[in-house]
């Protein structure tokens, strides 16, 4: 994991995309243990109102976190912690088939009365192939000081 002082209010980071393949939804799903037929059985997931076959929101949610570990942004350095995960919104459902990347920004960030750990707020948006939010939540993270910035300016 990075240190917190490699972040910066305002950076911005795009993964990569990531095609969500009938054989990848089908693992995550049974693996999940979600047991209804609109995600298990294209043909009951077609007589739904959406018509298609959609990944349930408590995956979409895991797979922005696994969209965030592919990127270089947190690699090297330190430990860091999920703390929190606020304003999470689906605002439109993932399709089987859909290709999908994270935007990823820092928009706070504030040292701690811990000396080993600072906090860093980062907002997460899934975007779709077509340009389509599907999905916004707000991340905290503690991530450790650097040893040399640990001892210096802490705030609580």
């Excluded at 243990?33 to 408590?58: C, E, M, V, Y």
């Excluded at 912690?81 to 606020?86: E, Q, R």
């Excluded at 290709?99 to 960030?109: A, G």
């Excluded at 650097?146 to 609580?156: L, P, Q």
């Amino acid at each position: 994991m990075a240190y917190y002082e490699d972040f910066e209010v305002g950076q911005k980071v795009v993964s990569k995309g990531r095609t969500i393949t009938d054989g990848m939804a089908t693992a995550l799903i049974d693996i999940g243990g979600f047991t209804a037929d609109q995600f298990n059985d294209a043909i009951s997931a077609n007589k739904t109102p959406l018509g298609w076959r959609a990944i349930p929101g408590r995956l979409v949610f895991a797979l922005m976190g696994g969209l965030v570990e592919r990127m270089s942004i947190l690699e090297g350095g330190g430990p860091g912690m999920l703390v929190g995960a606020d304003e999470l919104v689906w605002k439109a459902p993932l399709k089987v088939g859909d290709t999908i990347y994270l935007e990823w920004e820092v928009t706070q960030k504030r040292k701690t009365s811990n000396p080993r750990w600072g906090l860093v707020k980062n907002k997460e948006t899934l975007i779709n192939q077509d340009g389509k939010v599907l999905c916004t939540v707000v991340i905290t993270h503690l991530f450790e000081y650097k040893k040399d910035a640990a001892s210096t300016d802490i705030e609580t």
